[in-house]
């Protein structure tokens, strides 16, 4: 399901008519195709990298695997808000390839480790907190607090799995979840869209500070 060469793509024109909707699901089939050229890329590595060199080398090899179905989407490390000037800077961000102009990325993804770098942090996939500064560090929870994904309606976040089973952290994330809750809803729990081997895609809700809502989608690449 990774990789079906017969699948017929849509490819995008210059005047980005394609559906929103479409235009998402272009995005999620090139992370589709990117994960076996990143697994192989990155294994080597596993005890090594950091959170920043599996993202660096992942957007490398999306980019390939992006250029292969639109000429039109180009993907970058680091978003700056230049139109919200919110403070967060999410990882990974999608934006039409134009001439001129700043216009909001596509899609904005943040990217979280598997299992957590250190205990202290074991549940920044969801809620956590910066030591010197208080600030918000957990990856949900950036979304929440609209650090992440102002003016947007879909966002992404992406976990890089280096121990354990994606059913054993589908279980557990959610229990983080369910014991900040009745604060956080039932709607922001994980639900499994795809579930293979090395890759999984969930969907959540985010109810953020503004009561606004935002669809938020869990792409899982399991390194180990």
Request: proline content about 4%; overall charge neutral; glycine content about 4%.
């Amino acid at each position: 399901m990774i990789v079906d060469e017969n699948i017929s793509i849509p490819i995008i024109n210059e005047n980005h008519s394609l559906p929103r909707n479409a235009i998402l699901e272009l995005i999620f089939k090139s992370i589709e195709y990117t994960v076996i050229p990143f697994i192989n890329t990155v294994e080597p590595f596993i005890n090594t990298f950091s959170e920043d060199a599996f993202t660096q080398e992942f957007v490398e090899k999306n980019d390939f695997q992006l250029s292969k179905l639109t000429n039109s989407i180009g993907v970058k490390n680091q978003y700056k808000d230049l139109i919200y000037k919110t403070n967060g800077i999410p990882d990974v961000y999608y934006h039409f390839k134009e001439e001129e102009g700043v216009r909001k990325p596509i899609f904005i993804m943040e990217a979280k480790v598997l299992p957590a770098p250190s205990s202290s942090r074991s549940k920044e996939y969801v809620i956590g907190y910066y030591k010197k500064s208080g600030n918000p560090s957990g990856g949900i929870q950036r979304f929440k607090v609209e650090k992440h994904g102002k003016g947007q309606t879909n966002c992404g976040l992406l976990a890089y799995v280096l121990k354990d089973k994606t059913d054993s952290w589908h279980r557990m994330i959610n229990s983080w979840i369910k014991e900040i809750q009745p604060s956080w809803d039932a709607e922001e729990l994980l639900t499994a869209e795809i579930k293979e081997e090395r890759y999984c895609r969930f969907n959540s809700k985010v109810i953020r500070e503004t009561e606004s809502k935002l669809t938020l989608h869990h792409f899982w690449i399991n390194i180990n």
